[in-house]
């Protein structure tokens, strides 16, 4: 690798204020204006040196980019994208491609409750769904467009007359709105799947930019499979769309086979091909199939991407997508990298990742990076005493800079109706009447007189039982019974409603929770397979309210249902009849194609 060293040195103020500067900031690390010359003769310099300069140039307020000064031969290979400026967008899509993980479906309540989250959470974009996919899917959509203010509101669209005018009826109400329409451009999706040409996928990409155009200036243009597409041919529809007012573009790797050396390389060679290009923002979508979601998008953003889309927690259909926390406390960490910023409020992540998590049923796995609950536990003796002395020893970030102790405002039994509505709004909870803030305040007080400290994820996960629309109520707990005995089989005497009816059955078990189960199922009879069954504790302490996940398929429909309650007995039949009303809901959801 070749450097202009000295056109290098001369633009942080020459050798001896350069020299002056690295010894200021690494004093431990002194050096002297003769090591800068000895740097310029020889037209090189340690690679310790290099990575010098890139945290003096951030903590100058420079923009820092080795391959600028590549010269020759270096330079030509390593390629060179346009300034695309350093301000990172975060396009969340948690409520569209986030809820294609298998049973994740969400009410248009918990909907509005995420994206609230997300708004308060600083994100860009907020990808609300698939307007054609469901009028209640189209609903949901207008509903949080007449609710967020700060955040753009997003439908996503294929690129057809009817999906993009169900997607601009549904971001009418937003302050801000975007469609984002997209169509397949890969050889193999464009034969086997479209059976269509590539000039027929051409001119219904730019139809439909064209036709978004009537609702919204802000539309975004995504072609499916890009990474596996023939770069020339996603340069010339890229540059057709541009023309037609296409304001982003979308390149995703929707099967995540890309690799991040390929990836960056790909973005650089795009961008400088595709004409119009240095006019518009250029965004990465990555897939979690090879567990390299978040390095590829990263990879984009080195490429001249200035836009990721991402899900809270990483959720997706199968493996998932790229983990918003991840990339946001990335391009934070190391700007010395990636000399980008966001106006994510990182403080709100961990809030953010527990309401996902307990809306969903996804439980976050304990080493999860950023979120999960060991992500700054340090077992190690060593690492203990090293963060004791100096956090930084062990530590690049700090838990509360990701929000660990953000969350923590108590409530307790003697709090009063008007605390309690006061922190849901503080959490984005807005309860539609009085009848139903009663019935949640009678259950936060019952859950009072069991804890002594209510906690914001108790009040997510109590709401979360709460809020379940009439048409879902076909089901619902009232009491149960257990009673077990070592040597002796389990046996579950259960109460609940059934269609309005008071039902009450019994049945043993292999445990306490098999034989709620099995009680449940000799009056239901729904054949339904338990494909997971999952206990997470919400908060700490053994007085902590159990949350339990539980999902059923069948015959092709999965679901998934929550229950919270400090028995986790309890939780779990109300988890499975949870599930249940949603097994037995009337609403189809329908997914019109797999991930962008």
């Known amino acids: 690798m070749q450097l202009d060293i000295e056109r290098l040195i001369e633009d942080f103020g020459g050798p001896s204020v350069l020299a002056e500067a690295l010894t200021a900031s690494f004093p431990d690390e002194p050096v002297t204006r003769a090591a800068v010359y000895k740097w310029r003769e020889r037209g090189s310099l340690p690679l310790a040196q290099l990575n010098k300069l890139a945290l003096l140039a951030v903590q100058q307020g420079k923009?820092?980019?080795?391959?600028?000064?590549?010269?020759?031969?270096a330079a030509s290979a390593q390629g060179r994208s346009p300034d695309m400026g350093d301000r990172l967008y975060i396009f969340?899509?948690?409520?569209?491609?986030?809820?294609?993980?298998?049973?994740?479906?969400?009410?248009?309540?918990?909907?509005?409750?995420?994206?609230?989250?997300?708004?308060?959470?600083?994100?860009?974009?907020?990808?609300?769904?698939?307007?054609?996919?469901?009028?209640?899917?189209?609903?949901?959509?207008?509903?949080?467009?007449?609710?967020?203010k700060e955040s753009t509101v997003c439908s996503l669209a294929r690129a057809n007359e009817r999906d993009i005018r169900a997607?601009?009826?549904?971001?009418?109400?937003?302050?801000?709105?975007?469609?984002?329409?997209?169509?397949?451009?890969?050889?193999?999706?464009?034969?086997?799947?479209?059976?269509?040409?590539?000039?027929?996928?051409?001119?219904?990409?730019?139809?439909?930019?064209?036709?978004?155009?009537?609702?919204?200036?802000d539309v975004e243009f995504s072609a499916e499979d890009a990474l596996r597409s023939d770069i020339d041919f996603l340069a010339r529809i890229f540059g057709e769309v541009i023309k037609a007012g296409a304001t982003t573009l979308n390149v995703p790797d929707t099967?995540?086979?890309?690799?991040?050396?390929?990836?960056?390389?790909?973005?650089?060679?795009?961008?400088?091909?595709?004409?119009?290009?240095?006019?518009?923002?250029?965004?990465?979508?990555?897939?979690?199939?090879?567990?390299?979601?978040?390095?590829?998008?990263?990879?984009?953003?080195?490429?001249?991407?200035?836009?990721?889309?991402?899900?809270?927690?990483?959720?997706?259909?199968?493996?998932?997508?790229?983990?918003?926390?991840?990339?946001?406390?990335?391009?934070?960490?190391?700007?010395?990298?990636?000399?980008?910023?966001?106006?994510?409020?990182?403080?709100?992540?961990?809030?953010?990742?527990?309401?996902?998590?307990t809306i969903t049923g996804y439980p976050v796995q304990p080493n999860k990076a950023i979120v999960g609950a060991n992500a700054f536990a340090h077992e190690s003796g060593i690492h203990q005493d090293g963060v004791l002395k100096?956090?930084?020893?062990?530590?690049?970030?700090?838990?509360?800079?990701?929000?660990?102790?953000?969350?923590?405002?108590?409530?307790?039994?003697?709090?009063?109706?008007?605390?309690?509505?006061?922190?849901?709004?503080?959490l984005g909870i807005v309860l539609d009447s009085e009848e139903a803030l009663n019935a949640a305040f009678a259950r936060f007080k019952e859950l009072a007189d069991k804890k002594r400290e209510i906690f914001d994820e108790d009040l997510h996960a109590l709401v979360s039982d709460q809020l379940v629309t009439v048409e879902q109520e076909d089901y619902k707990f009232v009491s149960l019974k257990v009673a077990t005995e070592t040597g002796e089989a389990p046996q579950a005497q259960i109460v609940f409603v059934e269609h309005g009816n008071e039902q009450r059955a019994e049945s043993t078990g292999s445990g306490p929770v098999d034989a709620a189960f099995k009680a449940i199922e000799?009056?239901?009879?729904?054949?339904?397979?338990?494909?997971?069954?999952?206990?997470?504790?919400?908060?700490?302490?053994?007085?902590?309210?159990?949350?339990?996940?539980?999902?059923?398929?069948?015959?092709?429909?999965?679901?998934?249902?929550?229950?919270?309650?400090?028995?986790?007995?309890?939780?779990?039949a109300k988890a499975y009849l949870a599930a249940l009303n949603k097994l037995h809901s009337k609403t189809e959801r329908v997914y019109a194609q797999g991930p962008v």
């Open 167 to 217: 997607a601009g009826e549904a971001i009418k109400p937003a302050a801000r709105g975007r469609i984002h329409t997209f169509i397949a451009t890969s050889p193999i999706h464009m034969e086997k799947k479209l059976r269509m040409t590539p000039d027929e996928v051409v001119e219904a990409a730019v139809k439909a930019v064209k036709l978004a155009r009537e609702y919204t200036d």
């Open 92 to 148: 969340d899509t948690t409520l569209r491609d986030g809820e294609q993980s298998p049973g994740a479906a969400m009410t248009k309540e918990e909907k509005v409750r995420i994206a609230r989250q997300l708004e308060r959470l600083g994100v860009d974009v907020i990808e609300a769904g698939f307007a054609a996919a469901s009028p209640g899917d189209a609903d949901a959509i207008r509903a949080i467009a007449e609710v967020v």
């Open 522 to 572: 000799s009056v239901v009879k729904s054949e339904a397979e338990l494909e997971l069954y999952s206990v997470n504790a919400i908060t700490k302490g053994t007085e902590s309210q159990g949350e339990v996940t539980v999902r059923l398929a069948k015959e092709g429909r999965i679901v998934n249902g929550q229950g919270a309650d400090t028995d986790i007995i309890v939780a779990s």
């Open 255 to 357: 099967v995540g086979y890309a690799v991040p050396k390929i990836t960056e390389a790909f973005f650089r060679e795009l961008i400088a091909k595709t004409p119009g290009g240095d006019k518009v923002i250029w965004s990465a979508h990555c897939h979690n199939d090879l567990g390299m979601a978040v390095a590829n998008s990263l990879a984009a953003v080195l490429g001249g991407a200035r836009q990721v889309e991402c899900t809270i927690n990483g959720l997706g259909e199968r493996a998932g997508n790229a983990a918003m926390e991840e990339i946001v406390m990335a391009v934070r960490t190391r700007k010395d990298v990636f000399a980008v910023e966001t106006r994510v409020d990182a403080t709100q992540i961990v809030p953010a990742s527990k309401l996902v998590s």
């Open 390 to 426: 100096h956090r930084e020893t062990y530590e690049i970030m700090s838990a509360e800079s990701v929000g660990w102790t953000a969350n923590r405002l108590t409530l307790g039994k003697l709090s009063g109706r008007n605390a309690f509505r006061t922190k849901l709004q503080d």
């Open 63 to 73: 923009r820092f980019d080795f391959n600028d000064y590549l010269t020759g031969a």
